[in-house]
């Protein structure tokens, strides 16, 4: 069961931490993400973090968003500075066990495989 929360509605430029407690997932050989979907368009996988500690960005986020995970609190973040218009969305967290190769992540989260768990969702206004 993961649940996110943290989203709402800021202005442009603003920011948001997003957060997704990872009850009921333990594995050591993980991948956990962040994707959203905005209306009318299609899944966009965003972030991921592995149980090795690597960290991957889509572009359209690389530079503004940053992932990271507390493993004693079994919770995972997304901080998302500077916001756009653009990034109005639902955001989703998600989490997969064993993780594909890292090349592979973001495309196959973004198919909306290589995650076997998935929160409900919070949503994300950026008003303009």
């Known amino acids: 069961q993961l649940v996110e929360s943290g989203g709402g509605s800021v202005h442009l430029g603003g920011s948001l931490r997003l957060s997704c407690v990872l009850s009921?997932?333990?594995?050591?050989?993980?991948?956990i993400g962040w994707f959203r979907r905005a209306r009318g368009k299609e899944r966009e996988a965003l972030s991921a973090?592995?149980?090795?500690?690597?960290?991957l960005y889509a572009e359209s986020v690389k530079g503004r968003f940053t992932i990271s995970n507390d493993n004693a609190k079994k919770t995972m973040y997304l901080q998302m500075n500077d916001l756009q218009p653009e990034d109005t969305a639902v955001y989703y967290c998600?989490?997969?066990?064993?993780?594909?190769?890292?090349?592979?992540?973001?495309?196959?989260?973004?198919?909306?495989?290589?995650?076997?768990?998935w929160g409900e969702g919070t949503p994300v206004t950026v008003s303009s």
């Open positions: 998600a989490a997969g066990s064993p993780p594909p190769a890292l090349g592979k992540l973001l495309r196959l989260m973004g198919l909306g495989s290589a995650m076997n768990y």
């Open positions: 973090i592995t149980s090795g500690g690597s960290t």
């Open positions: 009921g997932f333990t594995s050591d050989d993980y991948a």
